[in-house]
């Protein structure tokens, strides 16, 4: 079975750090882009960041940008996320998500993420 | 930046079609993705590249992106079609863009 399950998560003082994992099982982890994406409570989605198959690439949104940092290993089938200077305003669920892509030719075509994980909360509070 | 408008919710009749929007400029240019989300789960892909189903998604659910819209069309809506609905395109540089989501109510 794919999935995706989240872990880390919990109450952390304004200010504060804290590592979130992602466990991948069930497809071959190291073949896909990976995201983090949150949502604070009774508001949308927002994509966090992402990270390219062998790591080489990430991309953030441009709040998190030197506070966070995305990472992978992909011999333990993980992905990561660093939060740093953690804010009152980082408060939410934040999920892993695969991303669907598929190589014709010489195009990529992206089919949008496939498979989510059931979320961790973190909550910034003093 | 992009950002993609969406209603803030849309009702629809038992049985009947529910259409929720997708807005921004030119947005017919780029492919858009729907996701589903009920209270307390994860959301859940449920239209890719403007108009087609994953394995698994009814064939109620169609999907349409011309102009300056995309429309994610639930035909003969059900009870277990309640449930926030999000759009979301792919932004330069490899970013991801969410649409502020909709609430669809069946009544």
């Known amino acids: 079975e794919v999935q995706l399950v989240e872990s880390g998560g919990g109450l952390v003082q304004p200010g504060g750090s804290l590592r979130l994992s992602c466990a991948a099982s069930?497809?071959?982890?190291?073949?896909?882009?990976m995201n983090w994406v949150r949502q604070a409570p009774g508001k949308g989605l927002e994509w966090v960041a992402n990270i390219k198959p062998d790591g080489s690439e990430k991309y953030y949104v441009d709040s998190v940008k030197g506070r966070f940092t995305i990472s992978r290993d992909n011999a333990k089938n993980s992905l990561n996320l660093q939060m740093n200077s953690l804010r009152a305003e980082d408060t939410a669920v934040y999920y892993c998500?695969?991303?669907?892509?598929?190589?014709?030719?010489?195009?990529?075509?992206?089919?949008?993420?496939?498979?989510w994980g059931q979320g961790t909360t973190v909550t910034v509070s003093s | 930046s992009y950002e993609l408008t969406q209603p803030l919710s849309v009702s629809v009749a038992l049985g009947q079609t529910a259409r929720i929007t997708c807005g921004e400029n030119?947005?017919?240019?780029?492919?858009v993705y729907w996701y589903q989300q009920k209270p307390g789960q994860a959301p859940v892909l449920v239209i890719y590249?403007?108009?087609n189903r994953p394995s698994g998604i009814p064939e109620r659910f169609s999907g349409s992106n011309s102009g300056n819209t995309a429309t994610l069309t639930i035909s003969r809506a059900q009870a277990g079609d309640e449930a926030d609905y999000y759009c979301?395109?792919?932004?330069?540089?490899?970013?991801?863009?969410f649409g502020g989501g909709t609430k669809l109510t069946v009544l």
């Open positions: 069930g497809f071959t982890f190291s073949s896909y882009w």
């Open positions: 030119n947005v017919g240019s780029k492919n």
């Open positions: 979301q395109v792919w932004d330069s540089d490899s970013h991801v863009v």
């Open positions: 590249r403007d108009s």
């Open positions: 998500a695969r991303d669907s892509w598929d190589r014709i030719g010489e195009e990529y075509y992206y089919y949008g993420m496939d498979v």
